[in-house]
Every structure is written in structure tokens, then in C-alpha cells.
């Protein structure tokens, strides 16, 4: 035992020392920010940025001796423990702003910014000190692209082992390939990407008609698919049909791969998008959802013409689909069962690589595929059918990885909604909450739905659907497999 601690563990905690020392450090931006509003949290953050800081101090230097070369398990070990911690420590400024609200409340907070799931246990965000809810946007804005994809990029320590640290933490089935030679170079590459969109994001919903300070902190969530507001009422607060769509435009774009992103852009080549069978599949998805939602909302008279139809069925079917959880209307009541599909199309519909989550597009583009390539071999037994998706093969080995993953999402899915309602959890609320959290969508159906929050559940259960929002985000597998006897063998 003392044995697998001394090179397991102890290398990931001297490894972990700088990221919470950098975190801690980004928690100054927003005191500096407080200290300018006079909002009465400057405090709260310097306590939280000593504290972090200073932790993240301890653990670099003693376990400095321990420090080396990473491998694939101290890969997922460091993944799992950094979005963890760093969630449990940035909820200090919280809990020291907010006093009446348990640690389980705070870290459901943070965990569903950081994991850019956008459930939320607080009312009165109107209210809220500007800094604090500057602080809830930003751990979005840094969840987007993983905290541990900005400490490759950035923090030279964390240099060392990075392939297994982009592996563990990146999204998807197809991790192996790169955009650039080296692994740091990458993270910065698709951080340029990140900042870049971000910042036309922002220009874009201040012209629509924002003040600066909402541009900035709303185009934090929707470039990281978050969906955490400032604001009660989400998006419903503008009633602005323009803000609605840049917000549509934005969601759709970071539902497709980052590194697509990269690839058009350095090759000055939109085209890239047309021949990626993802991306045009996610917009072919998201187009029929719409054209659907559309009608369903006309004919059935709860809009009064096809515009506004339109409107709303546009905004909501891409932010539940891009898991991003905004909201302008009560879609969990809209009729002929649209909120399950909805739901559901939350499970599948992003790109593998982008801000989302779910099960990822190109999963279910393979297991289409795995199914077509089954009933073939029942009509045919001796057929050679090499499995395809966008001209490129698709190994077995991808192909089951692909089914156990999947398997594991589904059954994860079905043990959180079994555990919510041991705990007493009603069956809507239970379903839809434990869904809402492994696809990092946020909003569920009943009273966690999207006009609803969910402050009205115990500890416990914010414990479940907290450990469903990290699994979520970090792909079942890095997580799952910190509990398996192999993991911890010498």
C-alpha cells in the first residue's frame, strides 16, 4: 500500500501543487473585480485565493521528492482530483459570502460551472454580488475546454506526462490524433481558438443589445455550453430576439469540435465543416429537431403564429441539444412529448471535442454504423464489411470502447436515477435531474426544470448528481476506473 501512494499518488499531488496554485491565483481577478464594484466580497476571494494558493504551495513542495514522469494512471488519478478540487476550493468565496448554505449546496455550484452543467441551487442572482456571479460565469468559461488542457498549455510543470493528461481529459473516442506535434502546442492551439471565439461572442451580444457587463459574463457560458445566468429568469430576462440569436449562432458553433475550429481556420477553409460527418450531422440533427419543435408549438396553438414558434423552438432546441440549459420559456411543459426528445437529443447531438456533453455525435454516428454492419452479417455471414464513418475506418478496438462506454453511460444514468429515488426523489424529477447531470445539461423536467432550480433537494442527493456531472465531464472511464482493484495495484 505505502508502495502504490509513493508512486502513484504522491507524483499526482506534487503534480496537482501548481494547478491549485494557479487557481488560486485567477481567484485575484475577481477580487480586483469586487474591490472596483464595492459589491462587499473582496474579502471572501483574498481568503479563498490565500487558502488555495497556499495549499497548492504545500503540496508542490512536500512532495517534491516524488515528482516524475507521468503514465496513463497517474493521468486519470490527476484529472479526477484536480476538477474535484479545485470545485471543493472554489466554493470558499461562496460559503463565506453565503453563510446559511451548506458545503454540499456550494460544491454542487461549482461543480456544475466547472463541468458547465448549469443546474443551480441559488434564487436571487439579481441580487447576488456582481462578483460573485462573475465568479460562477468564469468557472464555466475555464470548465469549457478542461482546467487541465489550460495547465498543459500554460504551466510548464505540468509539461511533463502531458499526452496522458490531454488523453484522460479530452472528449471523445478518437483521442489519439493530434493538431500539432507537441501536446502543449495543441492546448494552446485550441485555447487560441477558445479566446477567439469568446471574444467575437461577446462584442457580438453587446451590439445585440447587452450592457458589457452581461456580454462578458454570458458569453462565458455559452462558449463553454454552461448555461449558468446572472439572472432568474436565464435568457428570458432580455426578451430580446436578437440576443436570442447570437446566442443560437454561438451554441451551434462550440457544439462542434474545437479542433474542426482549428483545421478551418489554419487552412482559411470553411469547407472543412461540410466534410466532416459530425459537424454535419449535429446541424442536420439540431435542423430537424427545430423544423419539428416548430410545428408541434403551431399546430397545437401554443404560440399564435409560426414566427414565434419559430423563435422558441429555436433557442430551446439548440440549448438543451448543445447542453447548454438556457432558457426563455418553459420548455419541460410544451406538448406531444417534446420535452423527453428534447432531452434525450441532450444525450447525443455534440461533437466530440467541443464544449459539450452527452454521449457525443460520433458514438452514436459508430454504433449506427455497428448495428448496420450487424444486420448485414445476418443476411450475410461471410461478407467483409469494414466499419466507416466519413470514409475513414473505424477499428474494432474503437468499436467496442465505443459499446462499453455507452453501456457504462446508460447504466450510470439508470444508478443515479435509482439512487434519487431511494433518497425519495420523485420519478420525473429523479429521471430527468439524473440525465440532466451525466449529459452536463443542467435543467431537468418537474421542479429542477428549466424555470425551476434545484434547491429544493437534500445533501445527499445534490452528492449524487454532483458525482454525475464530474463522471459526466470527464468521460465515465476516467473517473470509473479510480474504483477498479487494477487501478491501485503496485
Not at 445585440?208 to 459574463?217: T, V
Request: glycine share 8%; charged share 10%; proline share 4%.
Amino acid at each position: 500500500m505505502l508502495n502504490t501512494l509513493r508512486v502513484l499518488l504522491f507524483p499526482v499531488l506534487n503534480a496537482l501543487g501548481p494547478v491549485l496554485a494557479a487557481f488560486g491565483a485567477l481567484m485575484l481577478a475577481p477580487a480586483a473585480y469586487s474591490w472596483t464594484e464595492a459589491d462587499g466580497a473582496v474579502t471572501d476571494f483574498l481568503w479563498g485565493a490565500g487558502v488555495t494558493t497556499l495549499s497548492g504551495v504545500l503540496l508542490f513542495l512536500i512532495f517534491l521528492p516524488f515528482r516524475r514522469e507521468m503514465t496513463a494512471r497517474h493521468g486519470f488519478l490527476l484529472v479526477s482530483l484536480s476538477w474535484a478540487l479545485i470545485a471543493a476550493y472554489a466554493t470558499i468565496p461562496l460559503l463565506l459570502n453565503m453563510p446559511g448554505k451548506s458545503f454540499a449546496e456550494m460544491y454542487f455550484e461549482t461543480m456544475s460551472c466547472l463541468t458547465t452543467s448549469g443546474g443551480t441551487v441559488l434564487t436571487g442572482l439579481d441580487h447576488l454580488p456582481h462578483s460573485i456571479n462573475g465568479w460562477r460565469c468564469f468557472l464555466s468559461w475555464l470548465g469549457g475546454m478542461g482546467l487541465i488542457v489550460l495547465s498543459v498549455a500554460i504551466l510548464p510543470l505540468l509539461g511533463v506526462g502531458g499526452a496522458q493528461i490531454m488523453k484522460a481529459e479530452t472528449s471523445g473516442p478518437l483521442k489519439e490524433s493530434r493538431l500539432t506535434p507537441r501536446v502543449a502546442e495543441t492546448a494552446r492551439a485550441l485555447y487560441l481558438i477558445y479566446f477567439g471565439i469568446s471574444f467575437v461572442c461577446a462584442v457580438a451580444y453587446h451590439f445585440a443589445g447587452m450592457h458589457w457587463r452581461d456580454a462578458i459574463l454570458h458569453m462565458m457560458t455559452t462558449v463553454s455550453l454552461s448555461g449558468i445566468a446572472a439572472h432568474d429568469a436565464s435568457f428570458g430576462y432580455f426578451s430580446s430576439d436578437a440576443v436570442d440569436l447570437v446566442a443560437v449562432v454561438f451554441m451551434l458553433i462550440c457544439g462542434c469540435n474545437f479542433s474542426l475550429h482549428f483545421v478551418a481556420w489554419r487552412r482559411r477553409n470553411p469547407l472543412a465543416y461540410l466534410r466532416d460527418p459530425e459537424a454535419k450531422a449535429w446541424v442536420e440533427l439540431l435542423t430537424v429537431l427545430i423544423v419539428f419543435a416548430t410545428l408541434v408549438l403551431y399546430a397545437q396553438g401554443v404560440y399564435p403564429n409560426l414566427y414565434e414558434a419559430f423563435v422558441n423552438a429555436a433557442f430551446s432546441v439548440t440549448s438543451v441539444a448543445s447542453t447548454t440549459g438556457f432558457a426563455t420559456v418553459d420548455w419541460s411543459v410544451w406538448p406531444l412529448g417534446l420535452p423527453v426528445i428534447l432531452l434525450l437529443s441532450s444525450a447525443v447531438a455534440t461533437c466530440a471535442g467541443s464544449t459539450g456533453g452527452g454521449l457525443k455525435m460520433i458514438r452514436v454516428m459508430i454504433l449506427i454504423k455497428q448495428a448496420q454492419r450487424e444486420f448485414t452479417h445476418l443476411l450475410y455471414p461471410n461478407a467483409v464489411t469494414p466499419l466507416t464513418v466519413g470514409g475513414k475506418h473505424i477499428s474494432n478496438k474503437i468499436a467496442f470502447a465505443v459499446l462499453s462506454y455507452t453501456l457504462l453511460w446508460a447504466f450510470s444514468a439508470l444508478g443515479g436515477t435509482l439512487a434519487l429515488l431511494a433518497t425519495g426523489a420523485p420519478l420525473l424529477e429523479a429521471c430527468s435531474a439524473s440525465i440532466a447531470s451525466i449529459t452536463n445539461l443542467g435543467p431537468g423536467m418537474g421542479a429542477v426544470g428549466p424555470v425551476g432550480n434545484f434547491q429544493g433537494l437534500t445533501d445527499l442527493q445534490l452528492g449524487i448528481l454532483t458525482f454525475l456531472m464530474l463522471a459526466g465531464r470527464l468521460e465515465i472511464f476516467t473517473v470509473f476506473v479510480l474504483f477498479t482493484r487494477a487501478f491501485w495495484k503496485s
